[in-house]
Nanobody
């Protein structure tokens, strides 16, 4: 049974910080590419950041320098540290895993709401 469970979302003021967590189970986490995506109301879902098995991170230009993605393979967890949050960061944030085996298997979490407002 595959599960990706996000937590850590909430309401913060502009300039504030949040740390999102994603607890994964049921697939080969250590060799999977993990990523965070977000979707604002009325907009397309977009890639925020990803991290591969060698822990090489990549970021969307809109969050580069403010967000940090990391992973802990011993805990089967991936994190997104979000600093200097802006109102345009408001969205539902989703955790995704891409497992490479017989083809690519993609797994999505349920999402956690992040709202940045004064």
């Amino acid at each position: 049974q595959v599960q990706l469970v996000e937590s850590g979302g909430g309401l913060v003021q502009p300039g504030g910080s949040l740390r999102l967590s994603c607890a994964a189970s049921g697939f080969t986490f250590a060799s999977s590419i993990m990523s965070w995506h977000r979707q604002a109301p009325g907009k397309e879902r977009e890639l925020v950041a990803n991290i591969n098995s060698a822990t090489i991170p990549k970021y969307a230009d809109s969050v580069k320098g403010r967000f940090t993605i990391s992973r802990d393979n011993a805990k089967n967890a991936v994190y997104l540290q979000m600093n200097d949050l802006k109102p345009e960061d408001t969205a539902i944030y989703f955790c995704k895993g891409d497992e490479y085996g017989m083809g690519i298997h993609t797994f999505w979490g349920q999402g956690t709401q992040v709202t940045v407002s004064s």
